[in-house]
């Protein structure tokens, strides 16, 4: 047994030293100690021998495997040694390859945009978890029991959510807006703050619409603050964001968070009102609801309807960067493609 050992030893050693590159010494090194090696295949054999025997032929392994492992190394560090020797001729003065540079989302781009823009005017930065409950995405907003926006054809619940309710019954978040309540219940009012983040909806995909896409909610909460100035507010944004005077129209519109509500629009930037794919030919594209917080919204927060009142608006982010970048289809902005998102950098 001892004379197979010793045999064993001398192959290997050649092996190893005969072996011209990393990959080629792992194969040497499983050849010989990996599981189905030749060293482990022999030591399988010492439970047929004598105690007496076992015991001598057994440290005489150890010792060869503590060789082999010592010569392993060895070896590997001679091979990175060579493989950092130059053999050819190197000029120097040649340039360099230049290092592939990255850049910001397009919509986080305009995320930021935002943000100093909000920042500017005096408003705080909020942020919460994209997880949310039925209390603050629908209870605390107003919305009825029956509503559709609760179904899970509209939402996505997460799983162990069934048969539950209120903050129990968790859910992708498919807005924001149950973050105003969150904030006003911790900070009250008056309050001035945008959250900005992604949003999960579980709704057919198309030119304009993503399952999962960007929003950028403002809120002012305040004492007889008029309409007047959210929408003053509105086209300074908006202004603030492509650099010129962007036309804007309101119209009423219905959403139980807000009382009065109102649609607002923009002037398409892809055709500047003269119709085309993306505004559905009318020249005008949605970008954001609003109105003044409902009072049950309100309510809901810790604070009294008859004395505070605001201005709320949900901007949609990806619409915007469409408008700023003359893209007419918002699944690219998600795509991941590098060769349309380089573009933007």
Known sequence: MIEKLDQLRDVALEKISETTGLDELETARSAVMGRKGALTILLKELGKLEPEKRREVGQHANKLKEELLARLDERAEELLAEASVITEPVDLTLPGIKPEIGGLHPIQQMRYDLDDAFLSLGFEVFQEDDITSELYGFDHLNFPPDHPARESMDTYWLKGSEGKSGPERLALRPHLTGASVRYLQKHGAPARFVYPGRVYRNEQTDARHERAFFQYEALIV?????????????????????????????????????????????????????????????????????????????????????VWSGFYVNIGLDRLVMMRYGVDDVRLFHSADLRFLRQFR
């Open 222 to 306: 305040d004492k007889d603050f008029s309409f007047a100035s959210g929408m003053i507010l509105v086209e300074t944004i908006l202004e603030k964001v492509f650099g010129r005077s962007v036309e804007v129209r309101m119209r009423v519109g219905f959403f139980p968070f807000v009382e009065p509500g109102f649609e607002i629009d923009m002037q398409c930037q892809m055709c500047l009102g003269e119709g085309c794919r993306l505004c559905q030919h009318i020249g005008w594209i949605e970008v954001m609801p609003g109105g003044s917080p409902h009072p049950n919204v309100l309510r809901a927060a810790g604070l009294d309807p008859d």
